[in-house]
């Protein structure tokens, strides 16, 4: 029912690309993440609560067709419809059926439910294709109140030390999702303005973020000791770092769970907290669908395929250009990151 072509996955049965990496004719968005929705597309296809955010990355004047979750709808021959992935804003599976049999598109996934999108729905099918971001066995998160924990402790003892706190995180959904988690009563929280486009679509959907000032605006005079200045990773070891003076930098990222990484990313603090399936959630989840069939992509696919295989799984990888979480942080804060504060 899917190919992998050399412009992405392709389902002849309804001429459609899912997540294509060059354009096509026509697209459908698991979410919009720069891995996974490029420009150029004549039609996009996506859930409805992913259109703000995908018009944001792509422009306005783009052809956007959207649906419900759960809602169905025929492509040619396939039947497709899209269910929540509980990655980000907007995050969806996409189910396909043709001729009885029915395939699952995962996209990007994580099975922690959290406030800033519909958890994930587990959904039976005959083949699923799964992400492999974090498909490995030491990969394992804490529960998320843990990690908020510890950012709030890191916060409030750089607040006692008259320090600012420079926490860095992908502008689309983790910058949101660590908003909806922290204790704001803290101290002030400002933003980037990369972050602070994406803090208003999510607003402008329904939630209640906390009160954020972009530090653009702020004034000359603005001290930022005992504030939380939220900001993508490509901002570190920038000019714009120098004026929250003394400072302590953290990065809030599944790669943190690993000390090398940590090591590398050159900051004082690292939080495990990632948007993406951990290892038993990416078992599990393999488990639930009930498929005879299993596709890999994106991450460690050769690792989980050999697990799969050795467990008695009809297991295989998939080729595609998603990247998931860079392990160099700089370098995968989605292509259309804007690089200065604007
Ligand atoms: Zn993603
Ligand atoms: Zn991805």
């Avoid at 992998?4 to 698991?30: H, K, M, Q």
């Avoid at 083949?127 to 924990?149: H, M, N, R, V």
């Avoid at 000791?225 to 900001?231: C, R, S």
């Avoid at 050159?266 to 078992?283: E, M």
Wanted: aromatic share 8%.
């Amino acid at each position: 029912m899917i190919v992998s072509t050399e412009n992405g996955l392709y389902c002849p049965a309804g001429d459609f690309y899912i997540d294509p990496w060059n354009p096509v004719r026509r697209a459908v968005i698991t979410h919009a993440h720069g891995d996974h929705a490029r420009p150029g597309n004549d039609h996009y296809l996506c859930v409805r609560s992913c259109e703000g955010i995908l018009r944001y990355r792509m422009g306005d004047d783009v052809s956007v067709q959207t649906v419900e979750y759960g809602e169905s709808i025929g492509m040619n021959e396939v039947r497709l419809s899209l269910h929540p992935a509980g990655h980000i804003l907007g995050s969806a599976q996409v189910r396909l059926e043709h001729k009885g049999e029915v395939l699952v598109v995962s996209g990007d996934y994580k099975r922690q439910p959290e406030a800033t999108c519909p958890p994930f729905e587990p959904l039976r099918c005959n083949t699923f294709l799964t992400e492999s971001t974090f498909g490995l066995p030491i990969y394992k998160w804490a529960p998320d109140q843990i990690i908020f924990d510890q950012i709030n402790s890191w916060w409030s003892k750089n607040k006692a030390d008259g320090k600012a706190s420079v926490l860095l995180a992908y502008s689309l959904g983790k910058a949101q999702r660590i908003l909806m988690g922290i204790d704001a009563r803290i101290g002030p929280i400002y933003t980037h303005g990369a972050t602070e486009a994406i803090n208003e679509i999510y607003r402008a959907s329904g939630l209640k973020l906390p009160e954020t000032s972009r530090v653009a605006l702020t004034s000359k005079s603005t001290g930022f000791a005992g504030a939380l200045v939220l900001a993508p990773p490509s901002v570190q070891n920038t000019a714009w770092m120098r004026r929250f003076g003394s400072q302590s930098v953290a990065f809030a990222s599944g790669w943190m769970k690993v000390r090398g990484m940590r090591r590398r990313s050159a900051v004082d603090r690292g939080f495990a907290l990632s948007d993406h399936a951990d290892w038993p959630g990416l078992l599990g989840t393999i488990q639930e669908t009930g498929a005879e069939q299993i596709l890999i992509t994106h991450g460690y696919s050769d690792t989980l395929a050999r697990y799969l295989q050795e467990q008695g799984i009809n297991a295989s990888t998939v080729e595609t250009q998603f990247q998931g979480e860079s392990e160099a942080p700089a370098e995968n804060d989605q292509s259309s990151e804007p690089e200065a504060d604007r």
